[in-house]
């Protein structure tokens, strides 16, 4: 059974930068076929898809956030990771990690809230 | 970007109670779409891949169809448990998109 699990500081500050980490357990993070992605919820709202990265180290993300964002991968520790910079209170949410494929996100994290605020 | 627009937002129903909702796309995703549940302070859960092919563990009572741009989830007796939001999503394309959610509340 695979599990993921976020972690990383609850609280930024305006313009600083966001760090989260996934930790997955259970399974392979090299399999091939499965897209390592962050999802964000903001309070009470929708489910926005941040990007991906591919075991092989290739990232993709959603244009909506391109420029701010960064998703790395360390395979010896079965983690990946997301850096948001200069955030602001729009960027408060609940980030999850997730396994994707073309078939959906199989597997969630319970997920982090990260709130922005001075 | 693929928009995905769910009908209704949110619905009242009881237990035993038929559900459908529908999930239409901004253009074909041919099956592509796949439906989630949502509880309170939970990760959603995958319910539906490709459209209608349900997920190991999942209820019959839930099922999907659909291709191109139109898609439904329907709940065939609804139980207590179910009562949650539903998100449909796309992997027909990057960015992946989510529906905007349906909430389904007891009557």
């Known amino acids: 059974q695979v599990q993921l699990q976020e972690s990383g500081p609850g609280l930024v500050k305006p313009s600083q930068t966001l760090s989260l980490t996934c930790t997955v357990s259970?399974?392979?993070?090299?399999?091939?076929?499965?897209?390592w992605s962050w999802i964000r919820q903001h309070p009470g709202k929708g489910l926005e898809w941040i990007g991906y990265?591919?075991?092989?180290?290739?990232?993709y993300y959603n244009p909506s956030l391109k420029s701010r964002v960064t998703i790395s991968l360390d395979a010896s520790k079965k983690q990946f990771s997301l850096r948001l910079i200069s955030v602001t209170a729009a960027d408060t949410a609940i980030y999850y990690c997730s396994r994707g494929a073309f078939t959906g996100f199989d597997y969630w994290g319970p997920g982090t809230l990260a709130t922005v605020s001075s | 970007d693929i928009q995905l627009t769910q009908s209704p937002s949110s619905l009242s129903a009881s237990v035993g109670d038929r559900v459908t909702i529908t999930c239409r796309a901004s253009?074909?995703?041919?099956?592509?779409l796949n439906w989630y549940q949502q509880k309170s302070g939970k990760a959603p859960k995958l319910l539906i891949s490709?459209?209608?092919s349900l997920q190991s563990g999942v209820p019959s009572r839930f099922s999907g169809s659909g291709s191109g741009t139109d898609f439904t989830l329907t709940i065939s007796s609804l139980q207590p448990e179910d009562f949650a939001t539903y998100f449909c999503q796309q992997s027909f394309s990057t960015p992946w998109t989510f529906g905007q959610g349906t909430k389904v509340d007891i009557k």
């Open positions: 490709a459209a209608s």
């Open positions: 259970g399974g392979s993070i090299t399999s091939g076929g499965f897209y």
């Open positions: 253009q074909s995703i041919t099956i592509y």
């Open positions: 990265i591919y075991y092989s180290g290739s990232p």
